[in-house]
């Protein structure tokens, strides 16, 4: 069974400051991995995915999150935080195997950035 | 409007009532998703569907809880006689991945937000 953990359920930085939000996760293959922010009242949007390859993957609004199989890991960063940044970020899990893409999510972390 | 649709945006019923939430997943996406968002708690699996067959509903609860994505039309989640604990952000995602192919990240609707009074 895969899972997700994320530390931390809230996060709060200085705008400016680098964001860094920390997921685990647990998988009896090699899984594919995401970030996903959800901002209020809407539903949840890819930030990036790592599926083979480059570990270090980049995706939207300056994000990017590496992918370390020996920790077991993909945390997010990104270098300068911006208030618009605000949100709640999800990272998932899916096992390329099954068929279709059944996604296994993290509780999330909500992001606070501060002027 | 290519996304994933769903409806309505916010349901009201009171207890023992029926609660109906549709979702129309992208143009030609072909795999359905159901998920419950409850505060502090993420999102939690319910139902996996293809049209006309119901692939993975080990995240769904076993009474009163019911999907379906017919040939035609939307995929419906239907809660039976809701109680207060139903209340929830309930989300729509679609994918065209198939199996084997795992590439296609889920597409998510806006999500229905379920009341019971």
């Known amino acids: 069974a895969q899972s997700v953990t994320q530390l931390g359920s809230h996060v709060s930085v200085s705008e400016g400051a680098l964001v860094l939000l920390r997921c685990n996760y647990s998988s009896s293959v090699p899984p594919y991995l995401f970030w996903y922010v959800q901002y209020p009242n809407q539903g949840l949007q890819l930030l990036l995915k790592y599926t083979t390859g480059a570990t270090l993957v980049k995706g939207i609004n300056g994000f990017e999150a590496e992918f370390k199989k020996s920790e077991t890991s993909f945390h997010l960063t990104k270098p300068s935080a911006h208030m618009s940044d605000a949100a709640e970020y999800f990272c998932a899990v899916s096992d390329p195997n099954t068929g279709g893409f059944k996604t296994i999510f993290g509780a999330g972390t909500r992001l606070f950035v501060k002027a | 409007n290519a996304g994933v649709m769903q409806n309505p945006r916010h349901l009201v019923r009171r207890r023992g009532q029926e609660a109906r939430l549709r979702c129309s997943p992208m143009k030609g996406h072909s795999h359905v998703y159901w998920y419950r968002q409850l505060p502090e708690e993420g999102l939690k699996f319910m139902v996996y569907?293809?049209?006309?067959?119901?692939?993975?509903e080990s995240g769904m609860p076993k009474e009163r809880f019911s999907a379906e994505f017919p040939k035609e039309g939307p995929s419906i989640l239907r809660i039976q006689q809701v109680v207060r604990g139903d209340s929830a952000a309930y989300f729509c995602?679609?994918?065209?991945?198939?199996?084997?192919?795992?590439?296609?990240?889920?597409?998510f609707g806006n999500g229905t937000r379920l009341t019971v009074t």
């Open positions: 569907l293809q049209k006309e067959n119901i692939i993975d």
């Open positions: 995602a679609s994918s065209p991945a198939g199996r084997g192919n795992g590439n296609s990240p889920l597409h």
